[in-house]
């Protein structure tokens, strides 16, 4: 499923980095990786450093900026099972 990037939460962020899927571009990534090594070397060097913050501590400002530096309006994340 595809979400807006005004939708981006904690919850969704962090549902984004335990999954398997880049939310950036939909192919596979490592758990605990925020995007696949094909997007997350895109980014300035900087911006791949913020994105190693604590979901508290600016996470989530750091996924979105990484989302409008890619160039992606919306975001790939797991459905909810349930």
């Known amino acids: 499923m595809t979400i807006c990037l005004d939708q981006l939460t904690d919850a ?3 549902r984004s980095l335990v999954s398997k899927i880049c ?4 192919r596979r990534k490592r758990e605990g990786q925020s ?3 094909q997007d997350y070397f895109r980014l300035p ?12 501590d ?3 400002e750091a996924l979105l ?3 409008k ?6 975001l790939h994340v797991p459905a ?3």
């Open 80 to 82: 909810i099972k349930g």
């Open 65 to 67: 900026e990484a989302m």
């Open 58 to 60: 600016g996470y989530l």
């Open 69 to 74: 530096t890619l160039g992606t309006g919306r």
């Open 45 to 56: 060097r900087p911006l791949r450093v913020n994105l190693w913050q604590k979901i508290t």
């Open 12 to 14: 969704v962020a962090l």
């Open 35 to 37: 995007l696949c090594p």
């Open 23 to 26: 939310p950036a571009c939909g």
